[in-house]
């Protein structure tokens, strides 16, 4: 906030500003204490949340890498053919081994391989929807809240009918009449998760709208655009920050429920969440492995990215941690 | 004499932060005497307020900690020595405090009568029926119209004067010894702040009273105070009575204080003058005099290096400067210059 | 007052039409019908949609939809349950989703609070650390996990104390649906703890706290009258927005136990295309959640005394 209040001051004459800093006393050799450096101070020293940064990097290199980190093509079985060996449907199933690290599913193929490919789906996905999520309740929520009026109900009526709604239920109608493409995967999660951002986006600008800063910024006739893109976006920028590093967990979850129902990727591409409905289909007369693996990996996906969330929202706010 | 009222002797409170440990209250000592009123004047950071709230023992520990060679003796009782039940009884009962929002400082989702009640209950066990009227009294008391009535209002239905005398009628509901009044007017609108003012010494008349009255604002507390203390930068600076303090200044902080504020009763022959600068950082405080950065009596050499005590210059007026200051000195130094050095 | 429960009531009738409008909307675009079948000749087909009256334009269709909701008419379930009125189903299998709901939300508010205050009250101490903590791992683990993770427990724990715990059941009492009921319950109470512990420590920092505490009451007391009741203002926000993701989240959770819920039979529905009874389901939940925004709404006031409902703003 610091930063934009100094931009206010940069209207008048440096004289005029040079004056207003003696007799308020603002010292001088004393850099200006940021919000972004006290934000990354507080992130750093935040144990939990470096520990999420850690093994999300963990998770993410094999993923993004998975046609190095592979070992079989994910959509091939692995049938030994050679004779002697057991019969083929025999050999589906296997449990994890040298050969098959986290062993192989009903069609006998790698399971670290679809995991890795399952992976890009899944982080895609988390990471493309919130970036369609900012693309859409962010200029909706400005506007909104700047021009307020008839623009404001207009917009919040289509954005307050979206929140009633039930979002996942209309991913899974967006699914179900659309198939399942990854596009429509896209938004049928990213469907239920702008109107929350518009919604914060317009409060926020609400709020600031009356702050001083804009106030003063006004008074000495600050063009509306130059207000809002260098007074007001930028200071809704932690919240929005925050939002999003809860966002791509929460999207991520979102895809794997759609996934366990059935209707996501269509194979033989597959997501974690498919892998959990595989295994949930046949774990109780086969390795519990194909259960357990794709799931924990969406639990500690999800778990490290809201580790990081939860340190970028102390940083942000520390307000909200320690009072 | 006899034994004053409060006696605060050597009040040292710490602050632990992040960057370092904050020297809020950095020896302090002064006493107030039975039915006296002490105005306590300084800018925010001088340390009044923690000061008061340390007299309560209501700072939050951690991060604050009060030394253990501080002593707060109230009526013959060191108050840092009482348990947490007893100091509840001391709370409220005999010094009550009234804050300087009154906005905030009630709880907005019970009403006032409740919130007035609660008192009376809690240390007069009184009944419902007693303590309702009793609340009617000091709602009457306060000046507030229609008493009655207004007993089942919340908060937000009040104005800020109607709310900060609802906050004096709660604080004065057990007839406390000592009433603490922080900054209770500055939140207000002018005319609001003389009748609060106005209330205050009615009050102490009919009640008899000690006041502590702490403020930045040293004209609030001209009419209203026996004696009154400047601090600055969490110690003591001047001490005095009322009247010798605004004639006749003997530290540069309330020279500068005084010149900073217009008054009507005076030709206005010069400019008001500001106080240019910052308080010091509380630290990594500077190891002489901690006004030395801003003063424009400033002797270098000497005031950076030795830490001035407060000493008498006159009777009953002390001044914590290394030199003889008054109106009449000439300055030597160049403040605006100085600053930008 | 009554102005705003009025509109607030009436605010109820757009969502509807935007949701029934939305579903139809979709239903109609969904590929292939129930009857689409190589055994039915396609005039046998035709005459089967014209008998539900799928032939006529979609737009016809939906207001003769909409008409009939009103009237309680749901219409008839086209595939599963071949023939028998919507209503009837839903009345058959809603009493389990319920069921399942209460028991979540009892959860919530039983678990999920009250390790919020003692968060809060034993701030920055382990216990805090300790609230924190399990409240944001819970948080992480989406429901039907947490639900896949509880069966694999079941089973491990039935076969090796011999536990008799049952996995699914057709006819499910009270007390077969207290386990999807907890886990259902979970990942919102974690939500709500970690929101109690926020909003509580918001409030004990407040100047009122601190003039409660210069009246001499003692810290009992303070939290008990004057900070329990504010910082429970933001949790009953959430209580509500909570209760409509349970309302969703029961769909996992009924799949993976297998109850026979309607978030159960929605999944089968959309399976088979079952225009009806998507449309109804969705609608209803859609329904479920306005009303209880609305219910919270109104709690507000009797927490509040500041809000005055006529300055509100919808939505």
């Not at chain 1, 750093?44 to 993923?63: D, E, H, Q, R, S």
Request: glycine share 8%; with cysteine; proline share 6%.
């Amino acid at each position: 906030m610091a930063e934009v209040k100094t931009e206010v001051e940069e209207q008048p004459t440096p004289d005029a500003a040079a004056i207003a800093a003696q007799t308020l006393g603002a010292p001088k050799s004393a850099k200006p204490s940021s919000l972004w450096r006290d934000a990354r101070r507080r992130f750093v020293k935040n144990k939990l949340a470096i520990a999420g940064v850690v093994i999300m990097l963990i998770i993410i290199i094999p993923v993004i890498g998975a046609d190095v980190f592979q070992r079989y093509d994910p959509t091939l079985s692995q049938y030994d053919r050679s004779p002697g060996a057991p019969k083929l449907y025999e050999q589906n199933y296997q449990p994890a081994s040298e050969k098959f690290w986290f062993g192989t599913d009903g069609q006998n193929r790698d399971l670290w391989a679809r995991m890795l490919h399952g992976g890009r789906v899944s982080l895609l996905v988390g990471v493309v929807v919130q970036a369609m999520v900012l693309g859409l309740g962010v200029p909706l929520g400005l506007i909104s809240g700047f021009f307020g009026g008839k623009v404001d109900t207009f917009i919040m009526f289509i954005v307050n009918i979206f929140y009633a709604f039930p979002s996942i239920l209309a991913g899974l109608l967006f699914l179900s009449a659309f198939g399942s493409s990854i596009m429509w995967v896209l938004i049928a999660v990213g469907i239920g998760l702008w109107p929350p951002m518009a919604r914060l986006i317009r409060g926020q600008v609400l709020s600031l709208r009356e702050k001083e800063f804009v106030e003063a910024a006004r008074a000495i006739g600050v063009k509306n655009s130059k207000i809002m893109f260098r007074h007001i976006f930028p200071n809704t920028l932690g919240p929005i920050i925050v939002s999003v590093s809860f966002g791509v967990p929460q999207a991520i979850q979102i895809e794997a429920f759609f996934g366990f129902i059935g209707v996501s990727v269509p194979p033989p591409a597959t997501s974690w969440g498919q892998l959990v409905n595989e295994g949930f289909k046949a774990f109780q007369s086969n390795p519990i492995t194909i259960l357990l693996i794709p799931a924990l990996a969406i639990a500690l996906t999800c778990m490290s990215l809201n580790f990081i969330g939860d340190g970028l929202r102390d940083a942000f706010d520390p307000k909200t941690k320690n009072k | 004499m006899a034994q004053p009222l409060l006696e605060v002797k050597n009040l040292k409170v710490n602050f632990k932060t992040d960057d370092g440990m904050v020297k809020a209250v950095n020896d302090v000592s002064f006493y107030l005497n039975e039915g006296e009123t002490l105005g306590i004047v300084g800018e925010s950071g001088s340390g009044k307020s923690v000061t008061s709230l340390a007299i309560m023992r209501l700072l939050p520990s951690p991060p604050s900690r009060i030394d253990p060679t501080s002593q707060l003796i109230f009526r013959g009782r060191d108050l840092l020595k009482l348990k947490e039940d007893d100091m509840r009884r001391v709370r409220g009962r005999e010094i009550a405090m009234i804050f300087q929002d009154p906005m905030t400082s009630l709880n907005p989702v019970l009403t006032i009568g409740k919130q007035i009640m609660e008192s009376l209950k809690l240390h007069l066990k009184m009944t419902d029926t007693q303590a309702k009227s009793r609340a009617v009294e000091l709602l009457k008391l306060v000046g507030i119209p229609s008493a009655d009535k207004r007993l089942g209002d919340y908060p937000h239905q009040f104005s800020g004067g109607m709310r900060q005398r609802v906050m004096i009628a709660m604080a004065i509901s057990c007839n406390p010894k000592l009433l603490i009044a922080d900054e209770p007017t500055t939140a207000l609108d002018v005319t609001i702040q003389a009748q609060i003012l106005e209330l205050l010494k009615k009050l102490r008349s009919e009640l008899g009273t000690s006041i502590m009255l702490i403020t930045h604002d040293l004209g609030v507390v001209a009419g209203m105070c026996d004696r009154i203390q400047v601090m600055y930068a969490g110690r003591i600076v001047e001490t005095a009575k009322a009247k010798p303090l605004y004639v006749n200044p003997r530290h540069p902080y309330t020279i500068g204080l005084l010149n900073s504020i217009p008054r009507l009763d005076e030709h206005r022959a010069e400019r008001l003058v500001p106080i240019i600068g910052l308080p010091p950082d509380m630290i990594t405080m500077p190891p002489g005099c901690s006004f030395e950065p801003r003063c424009a009596y400033s002797n270098s050499g000497v005031c950076q290096s030795k830490a001035p005590q407060l000493r008498e210059v006159e009777a009953e007026h002390n001044s914590a400067c290394l030199f003889d200051i008054n109106k009449e000195s000439p300055t030597t130094v160049n403040l605006v210059e100085k600053v930008k050095a | 007052m009554i102005k705003y429960f009025i509109r607030r009531i009436l605010w109820i009738i757009p969502v509807f039409l935007g949701v029934t409008l939305i579903t139809s909307t979709f239903m109609h675009l969904l590929p292939g019908s129930p009857f689409t079948s190589d055994k039915l000749s396609p005039d046998a087909q035709q005459r089967i949609l014209a008998a539900y009256g799928l032939d006529k334009p979609i737009w016809e269709q939906y207001i003769i939809y909409v008409f009939n909701f009103v009237r309680g008419d749901w219409g008839i379930s086209l595939s599963q349950q071949m023939g028998r009125p919507v209503s009837t189903i839903i009345a058959e299998h809603i009493g389990y989703s319920l069921q399942v709901a209460v028991i979540a939300i009892s959860t919530v508010i039983i678990v999920g609070v009250p390790f919020g205050i003692i968060a809060a009250l034993n701030h920055n101490k382990w216990l805090d650390y300790l609230a924190t903590g399990v409240s944001l791992f819970f948080y992480s683990i989406p429901s039907f996990v947490l639900g896949i993770l509880t069966l694999i427990l079941i089973l491990w724990s039935n076969n090796t104390f011999g536990w008799t715990t049952k996995l699914t059941n057709t006819n499910p009492t009270f007390v077969d649906l207290l386990i999807p009921g907890i886990v259902l319950g979970i990942r919102p109470a974690s939500i709500v703890t970690r929101l109690t512990r926020a909003s509580m420590l918001e409030v004990l920092g407040q100047d009122y706290i601190r003039t409660a505490g210069a009246k001499g009451l003692s810290r009992r007391m303070i939290i008990t009258r004057h900070a329990l009741k504010n910082s429970l203002i933001p949790i009953v926000t959430v209580l509500g927005d909570e209760f409509g993701g349970l309302a969703v989240g029961s769909v996992t959770i009924e799949t993976v136990f297998a109850i026979p819920g309607i978030g159960f039979y929605l999944v089968s529905s959309i399976e088979s295309r079952d225009y009806s009874m998507i449309l109804i389901t969705t609608a209803l939940y859609a329904m479920i959640v306005v009303v209880v925004n609305l219910v919270v709404d109104l709690l507000y006031g009797f927490i509040d005394p500041r809000i005055k409902y006529s300055t509100r703003k919808v939505g």
